[in-house]
T-cell receptor, first 114, second 113 residues
C-alpha cells in the first residue's frame, strides 16, 4: 500500500517556466488537498477536491491550477513560475466516511524558482 | 477567521526528559483536533485525533489533551528519545462539508543526548 505518492521530490524552475506536480493515492480517498509550507510557517491550503471532477480554491490559489479527472490523481499546475512560489508542496488525502479519519500526506516536493 | 497558535516555537530538551507542547485555537464550528509529527524533509504523520467529547488520547509516549471549553490542547511527550526530534503540528478541523483544516505553524523540538 503506497499511500500518497508525490513526484518530483525536488525541482528548480526559472521564472516564467511551467511545471506540474504529480500526486496519486491508492486508498480510494475522495478528499485530496494541496498545501504549501514556507520555512517556519504552517501549511496553507492551495486547492482541494472532494471527488473526481470537483475542485475548489483554498487560501492561496493564485498562480496555481488543479484537475481531478480520476479519484487517484490530483496534479497541481504552475503556469508561470514566480520566486514567491518557492516552497515545499504537500499533497494529502482523507476518506469521507468518518469525521475523525487520518489525513495522509505525501513526502513533499521542494520547489525553487530562481 | 480560524486560527491555530502553538507554543513554544522551539524547544530543546535532554534525552529522557518530558515536555509539553501547547495549542490554542479559534476554529468554529469545531470538529476535531489532530497532532502531527513532521520529520525534516518528510510529510506530517498523524499522532492523535480527538473529537469534542474526548479529553485525552494516548499514542505510546505521546499523550494529547483537549479542553474544548477553553479551546486549548496539549501534547505531552514522556521519556523523550532522540527520534522525537521533529516539528509537532496542531491541526484543527472545522465541521464543514469540505473537511476544512487549519494548521498551526508547529513547535520545533530538539532532543539532545
Amino acid at each position: 500500500n503506497a499511500g500518497v505518492t508525490q513526484t518530483p521530490k525536488f525541482r528548480i524552475l526559472k521564472i516564467g517556466q511551467s511545471m506540474t506536480l504529480q500526486c496519486t493515492q491508492d486508498m480510494n480517498h475522495n478528499y485530496m488537498y494541496w498545501y504549501r509550507q514556507d520555512p517556519g510557517m504552517g501549511l496553507k491550503l492551495i486547492y482541494y477536491s472532494v471527488g473526481a471532477g470537483i475542485t475548489d480554491k483554498g487560501e492561496v490559489p493564485n498562480g496555481y491550477n488543479v484537475s481531478r479527472s480520476t479519484t487517484e490523481d490530483f496534479p497541481l499546475r504552475l503556469e508561470l513560475a514566480a520566486p514567491s512560489q518557492t516552497s515545499v508542496y504537500f499533497c494529502a488525502s482523507i476518506s469521507h466516511r468518518e469525521t475523525n479519519e487520518k489525513l495522509f500526506f505525501g513526502s513533499g516536493t521542494q520547489l525553487s524558482v530562481l | 477567521k480560524n486560527q491555530v497558535e502553538q507554543s513554544p516555537q522551539s524547544l530543546i530538551i535532554l534525552e529522557g526528559k518530558n515536555c509539553t507542547l501547547q495549542c490554542n485555537y479559534t476554529v468554529s464550528p469545531f470538529s476535531n483536533l489532530r497532532w502531527y509529527k513532521q520529520d525534516t524533509g518528510r510529510g506530517p504523520v498523524s499522532l492523535t485525533i480527538m473529537t469534542f467529547s474526548e479529553n485525552t488520547k494516548s499514542n505510546g509516549r505521546y499523550t494529547a489533551t483537549l479542553d474544548a471549553d477553553t479551546k486549548q490542547s496539549s501534547l505531552h511527550i514522556t521519556a523523550s528519545q532522540l527520534s522525537d526530534s521533529a516539528s509537532y503540528i496542531c491541526v484543527v478541523s472545522a465541521d464543514t462539508g469540505r473537511r476544512a483544516l487549519t494548521f498551526g505553524s508547529g513547535t520545533r523540538l530538539q532532543v539532545q543526548p
